[in-house]
């Protein structure tokens, strides 16, 4: 039960996330604004996650358990992390695989470090070479947006707490795979898998909140517009 009502709030925020995106999405492309993109990004990265998460919601409703065929709720979020880093390459614009500091090599021996960890666990020897790819790419996208939002003079750059909130996206959801790897009591407020995924959508309206901050919007006016 806790899992189909972790799974529904995560739902609903994701929902709440893509539909405000896609909204203003078209008004930026009504007024023939560039800006379209970015909340067309992020409206696809909500969507492909809320899809993830019906199949799961679904299953969990008809069958009362996990789904047995994960890897179709897995290819939609691996679809979003891929337009996640659409989005890091389109803010990032000039260079965004160039290397900004030289202990960013350090990025792809965490992320295999990491799918070996898993690959002994789940031995998802497909799925752990995919995570590895997407989360070193979605990882050393953000490590160079906030390099270069830092060395900037002004200080004044609106983009770096966007950069922080994808930051935080892939931190959580490295959190939820290490807890989900290992063994914990099962469907209960003890398993802290809940806890990191109720924290993983409370960070999509984050990740929301500060694109429409660098925008120089609010939520509320994002709606109403």
């Not at 995560?10 to 993109?37: G, L, P, T």
């Not at 996208?141 to 930051?167: H, M």
């Not at 990191?196 to 909140?209: K, Q, R, Y």
């Amino acid at each position: 039960m806790i899992e189909l009502i972790d799974n529904i709030i995560q739902m609903i925020m994701a929902a709440m996330v893509f539909s405000i995106a896609f909204f203003r999405a078209f008004i930026k492309y009504e007024r023939e604004s560039d800006d379209s993109h970015e909340w067309t990004l992020i409206g696809l990265f909500a969507f492909e996650y809320f899809a993830g998460d019906l199949y799961d919601a679904l299953y969990v409703y008809f069958y009362e358990t996990s789904s047995q065929y994960f890897y179709i709720s897995e290819f939609c979020w691996y679809t979003s992390y891929l337009f996640m880093i659409l989005l890091l390459v389109h803010m990032l614009k000039e260079k965004p695989f160039g290397m900004e500091s030289r202990f960013q090599f350090l990025i792809p021996v965490f992320t295999v470090t990491m799918a070996v960890v898993f690959y002994v666990r789940n031995g998802d020897l497909v799925g752990n070479i995919v995570s590895v790819l997407i989360m070193t790419a979605a990882i050393w996208l953000v490590v160079n947006g906030l390099i270069a939002e830092t060395r900037k003079p002004d200080k004044t750059s609106q983009k770096k707490p966007f950069y922080i909130a994808c930051a935080v996206i892939l931190a959580l959801e490295y959190a939820m795979w290490i807890s989900s790897s290992f063994y914990w009591p099962g469907d209960t407020l003890l398993n802290p898998y809940f806890w990191f995924d109720a924290s993983f959508s409370i960070s999509l309206i984050g990740l929301l909140h500060t694109m429409s901050r660098y925008h120089g919007i609010s939520i509320g006016k994002a709606v109403r517009r």
